[in-house]
C-alpha cells in the first residue's frame, strides 16, 4: 500500500475515533441528564401533591383544579394516588380515558424503597410513598416528555451531521497533507535519480527548512560527496597503474623493434635482452603489488584473519629486507615486554602485515645514506607501538600530506627506484587492520613512522 495512503488511512481513522469519541459522550450525557431531569420534575410534582393530599381538609377538586391548571411543558401528564390497601384515593390525567395501570408489586416496591421510576410506553413514571401524621399514600405521577425527547433527536441528528463531515474532511486534509508531507521525498528521488556514475558532480536540493527532509538531503548529498571521492581515487589510481605498466612495456617493444631491424652481434642482442629483463622484473614488480593493493582494498570481512604475533613478524624483516638488497640493515629494539605470549597477538593477515611494515622499513633503507632503519616495539595502553626510524634525507613538511596517495613520490627521491605505491598500501593495510600510522620527518635529519595497531584481548 502507498506511504500517501497509509498516512491518509491513518490520520483519518484518528480523527474518525476522536469524533466518534466525543460525539458518543457528548450523545450520552445528554441522554442521562434528559431522564434525570424528567424524574427530579415527576418527583416534585409527586412530594407537592402528596403533601397537599395531607392536608386535613384535603379538597379533591381544588386539587384537580391545580392539576389541570399547571402549565408544563411535558404531555399526557396523570397522576393518581393509593392509599396503603392499594385503593386509589385520587386519579388526574389531561385526557379524560387516559389512566396508568399500575399493579401492586409497583405500589409495594415504591412503599419499600420510598420512590422508584420506571417507563409505561412512551410514559415515563414515579412512584412515589408519603408518609406523614395524617396520612400513608403512594402517588404515581407519569408524563411524556415530547420536548426533551424531541430536543434529543435533534441532537442526535446534529451529531450524525457533524461526524460524517467531520469524517470527510479528516480524510480529505490527510490525503492533502499527507501528499504535501511526501513532495519532498519524491523531489529527492527525481534529484537522484539524473545522478548517475558519469555526472556525479550534480547534488540534491537541500530545501530553505531546517527539517528532517533537508537533513537527508544533506546526509544523501554527503554520500555522493564520498562515492565521488572514491570514483575519481579510483579514476586516478587507473590511469595511474596504465602509466606505470605501459611504460616499460613501451620501452619493451621499442628496444626489441629496433633490434630486429637488421643482424646484430650477439653482445648487442645480449644487451637488448638484458634491458629487457629489467623491465620484466619492474613490470613482475609492479603486477605483485597492484594486486597486494587489490587484496588490501576490499573490505575485512574478505581477508584471512588469523591471530599473528607481532614480535615474530617485525623479527623475519632483518633477513628479507638484506636479500633485498645486501647494504640495507634492520636494527630491532624491543622495549619492555611482556612474559605472556598472548600478550604479543594481534588479529590479521600475516602476510599483509608484513607487507606494510617492510615497505616503510624499505623505504627507511632506501632514502638513508647509511641504508638502515631502527624498528622498536612497545606496548602502551592496549595498543602495539612500531616506530620505524632513519638518519636520512627526509620528507619536506609540505608533502607529507600526500606520501600517503598512491602513485606520489617526493620530487628528489626521483632517481630512486619505485613506483609511489609502497606507503599508500602500507596506510591501507593498517586501516583494515583498526590501525593507525602517522610520520613526522625533518628534511636532512632523518624520518620517524609511527604504525599504531590494537592488541587482541583474549
Ligand atoms: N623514510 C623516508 N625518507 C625519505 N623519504 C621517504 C621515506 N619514505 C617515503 N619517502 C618518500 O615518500 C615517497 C612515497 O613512498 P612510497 O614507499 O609510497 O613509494 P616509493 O618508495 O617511491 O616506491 P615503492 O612503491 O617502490 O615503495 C617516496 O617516493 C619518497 O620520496
Ligand atoms: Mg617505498
Redesign the pocket.
Known amino acids: 500500500m502507498p506511504v500517501k495512503l497509509r498516512i491518509t488511512l491513518l490520520f483519518g481513522s484518528i480523527v474518525l475515533l476522536i469524533l466518534l469519541l466525543v460525539c458518543g459522550s457528548v450523545y450520552y450525557f445528554s441522554v442521562t441528564e434528559r431522564r434525570n431531569e424528567m424524574e427530579d420534575r415527576l418527583m416534585n410534582r409527586a412530594i407537592t401533591r402528596a403533601r397537599l393530599m395531607g392536608q386535613r381538609n384535603f379538597d379533591q377538586s381544588l386539587l384537580r383544579t391545580i392539576d389541570s391548571a399547571t402549565m408544563m411543558s411535558l404531555k399526557d401528564k396523570t397522576l393518581q394516588a393509593y392509599n396503603y390497601l392499594g385503593e386509589k384515593v385520587y386519579t388526574y390525567s389531561d385526557e379524560p380515558a387516559d389512566t396508568l395501570t399500575v399493579d401492586s408489586q409497583v405500589l409495594d416496591d415504591a412503599r419499600v424503597k420510598g420512590n422508584i421510576y420506571f417507563r409505561i410506553g412512551k410514559k415515563e413514571v414515579v412512584a412515589y410513598h408519603h408518609v406523614d401524621p395524617n396520612i400513608r399514600i403512594v402517588v404515581v405521577a407519569g408524563a411524556y416528555d415530547e420536548m426533551g425527547l424531541m430536543k434529543l433527536q435533534q441532537l442526535r441528528r446534529i451529531l450524525w451531521v457533524s461526524f460524517l463531515s467531520g469524517s470527510i474532511i479528516a480524510f480529505a486534509a490527510g490525503y492533502f497533507f499527507s501528499g504535501r508531507l511526501l513532495r519532498p521525498i519524491k523531489k529527492i528521488a527525481d534529484d537522484i535519480n539524473v545522478i548517475s556514475a558519469q555526472d556525479l558532480n550534480r547534488r540534491i536540493q537541500a530545501g530553505e527548512v531546517h527539517d528532517e527532509w533537508q537533513y537527508l538531503s544533506e546526509t544523501l548529498n554527503q554520500l555522493l560527496n564520498r562515492l565521488q571521492e572514491s570514483f575519481d581515487m579510483q579514476r586516478r589510481f587507473i590511469a595511474n597503474a596504465s602509466h606505470e605498466l605501459s611504460t616499460p612495456l613501451t620501452s619493451i617493444s621499442s628496444q626489441l623493434e629496433v633490434s630486429l631491424q637488421k643482424d646484430r652481434e650477439a653482445d648487442k642482442y645480449r644487451a637488448v635482452m638484458q634491458s629487457v629483463y629489467q623491465d620484466v622484473r619492474h613490470l613482475g614488480k609492479l603486477t605483485q603489488?597492484l594486486l597486494e593493493f587489490a587484496q588490501a582494498s576490499g573490505n575485512p570481512g574478505g581477508l584471512e584473519i588469523q591471530p599473528v604475533r607481532i614480535d615474530e613478524v617485525l623479527m623475519a624483516l632483518p633477513a628479507d629486507v638484506n636479500k633485498l638488497n645486501p647494504d640495507y640493515v634492520v636494527a630491532l629494539n624491543f622495549g619492555n615486554m611482556p612474559s605472556e605470549d598472548h600478550a604479543l597477538i594481534v588479529f590479521g593477515n600475516t602476510e599483509l602485515l608484513f607487507t606494510a611494515i617492510r615497505?616503510?622499513v624499505?623505504?627507511?633503507c632506501?632514502?638513508?645514506d647509511d641504508h638502515k632503519a631502527i624498528v622498536k616495539l612497545d606496548i602502551e595502553a592496549q595498543q602495539f607501538i612500531i616506530t620505524i626510524e632513519?638518519k636520512?634525507?627526509?620528507?619536506p613538511e609540505h608533502?607529507l600530506k600526500y606520501?600517503f596517495q598512491p602513485f606520489?613520490?617526493?620530487n628528489?627521491?626521483d632517481n630512486?627506484?619505485?613506483?609511489?605505491?609502497?606507503?599508500?598500501?602500507?596506510h591501507r593495510i593498517i586501516k583494515l587492520h583498526k590501525g593507525d600510522i602517522a610520520v613526522d620527518?625533518r628534511p636532512g635529519e632523518g624520518?620517524l613512522?609511527r604504525i599504531v595497531l590494537p592488541t587482541s584481548k583474549f
Open positions: 603489488t615497505n616503510i624499505v623505504n627507511a632506501k632514502y638513508s632513519d636520512g634525507i627526509g620528507i608533502e606520501i606520489y613520490r617526493v628528489e627521491t630512486a627506484d619505485g613506483f609511489g605505491l609502497g606507503l599508500s598500501l602500507a620527518s624520518t613512522f
